[in-house]
């Protein structure tokens, strides 16, 4: 039987260094966490910036990888590398590689993110003299390879003041949109007969959780029946942040009373300015005249079908092309 005598290990809490070994650039590399404010609104999408130093020293760096990310009340979205720069902090020069991550706050109260642990391997100058000693005679790459170190990175805390939406003037119609938005809104045919589709329209083009983005409930279309939207979602930028969202929802005028199609509002909050904002699509003209019976869906069966067989699930009925016999109404 063979054992080991126990190992007496140390334990830390993971620290960014101390600002003095930064200036004096005595740091191989470090990293920092940057957030644009210090104050959020729940539901509010903002990007952060994780900045990775690397001193001049170093020759190459790669496999980078994240060990921790802590995040209290946020949800973490994409990250995207930004371009590299170098800057210089007290004695010591820098290749800069940010990283920018989409934070949304999903809470209110205190929020914080941090401290975000990374390792990264780096490629340090060799200090054999026999390198030095083949290159004074010219012979070159037999040493050129450098010293490759595994570096581990942490970074500082950050805190967050997540702030209620206001209550005071809440538009009717809010459904927890939070960001800056535009919108257009088209629909047609507009001369149809009752029960007749028109396709309605709604782009939604801004900044904000794009993903999140529904249509509220409009109380002035009682007189239409209202099918469920198709959803598509364009991008702008690669966290996702920016972009258009289309929404194509089917509405069937139920009476030859209707005369249009009533104004669509969408409201959301814009963190920027503080306040509600409601975007409105004035009425649509609309032509509805009587509409035909439609025909019962045939459906196919089988002839040896079992007789204690349920009977099949009628199919969608297709849209006529033509209106059949027509007769005035007495």
């Known amino acids: 039987k063979l054992s080991t005598l126990p190992l007496q290990l140390k334990v830390l809490k993971p620290n960014a260094p101390p600002p003095e070994a930064v200036k004096s650039g005595s740091q191989i590399a470090f ?65 800069l590689v940010p990283i920018q991550i989409a934070l949304s706050a999903i809470k209110t109260g205190p929020l914080s993110i941090g401290p975000i642990t990374a390792t990264v391997v780096v490629e340090l100058p060799s200090n054999n003299r026999q390198r030095d000693l083949f290159e004074q005679y010219g012979i070159r790459g037999l040493f050129s390879r450098g010293e490759q170190r595994q570096v581990t990175l942490a970074t500082e805390a950050e805190s967050v003041q997540s702030l209620p939406l206001p209550t005071a003037n809440v538009p009717p119609n809010f459904n927890g949109a939070v960001g800056s938005y535009t919108m257009n809104v088209i629909a047609g045919p507009t001369n149809v007969a009752t029960g007749d589709p028109i396709t309605v329209r709604v782009q939604m083009s801004g900044r904000g959780a794009l993903e999140a983005l529904t249509l509220p409930a409009q109380p002035s279309w009682k007189d ?52 509600y904002r409601t975007l409105t699509q004035p009425p649509v003209a609309l032509t509805v005249r009587p509409g035909g019976v439609a025909p019962a869906p045939v459906v196919a069966t089988v002839k040896n079908s079992a007789a204690n067989e349920p009977p099949p699930a009628q199919d969608i009925v297709h849209i006529k092309p033509r209106p059949g016999t027509l007769a005035q109404i007495g």
């Open 31 to 95: 990293m920092r966490i940057v957030l644009p404010k210090k104050e959020v609104y729940l539901g509010e999408v903002l990007t952060a910036e994780l900045q990775i130093y690397f001193r001049d020293v170093v020759q190459n760096f790669g496999n980078f990888q994240f060990t921790a990310m802590p995040t209290e009340g946020f949800t973490v979205g994409k990250n995207v590398p930004g371009q590299n720069r170098r800057v210089q902090i007290g004695n010591g020069i820098y290749t």
């Open 224 to 275: 239409f029946k209202a099918y469920p939207p198709t959803v598509n979602l364009e991008l702008a930028d690669q966290l996702g942040r920016q972009g258009t969202k289309t929404f194509e929802q089917i509405v069937t005028p139920q009476s030859t009373d209707i005369h249009e199609l009533p104004a669509f509002s969408f409201s959301f909050f814009d963190p920027d300015a503080k306040t």
